[in-house]
Nanobody, 113 residues
Framework: QVQLVESGGGLVQPGGSLRLSCIVS????????LGWYRQAPGKQRELVAQ???????SYEESAKGRFTISRDNAKSTVYLQMNDLKPEDTAVYYC???????WGQGTQVTVSS
């Protein structure tokens, strides 16, 4: 059974940084593309960043230059390094196997002074 466990969220001031982690089990991790999504209150869930099996990355426009997605196949873990955080980045962040159906519980990121 596929499981995704996100961690690393929290409260941070504008301009601060956070590193999210997501441990994925129940799949052959290295053969799957992965993504980080977020859902802000009252808004639809959106794809923020994705990484292919070969490490090719892409980002939603507002995340470009601030966020970095990476993966460690040995640890079955995908990361999202978020720098220069803004209040509009406040959301619950989820990781997901691209093409899969399951979601983790998410991790709350709040950017506020």
């Amino acid at each position: 059974q596929v499981q995704l466990v996100e961690s690393g969220g929290g409260l941070v001031q504008p301009g601060g940084s956070l590193r999210l982690s997501c441990i994925v089990s129940g799949i052959n991790f290295r053969f799957n593309a992965l993504g980080w999504y977020r859902q802000a209150p009252g808004k639809q869930r959106e794809l923020v960043a994705q990484i292919s099996t070969s490490g090719i990355t892409s980002y939603e426009e507002s995340a470009k230059g601030r966020f970095t997605i990476s993966r460690d196949n040995a640890k079955s873990t995908v990361y999202l390094q978020m720098n220069d955080l803004k209040p509009e980045d406040t959301a619950v962040y989820y990781c997901k196997v691209l093409g899969g159906r399951l979601w983790g519980q998410g991790t709350q990121v709040t950017v506020s002074s």
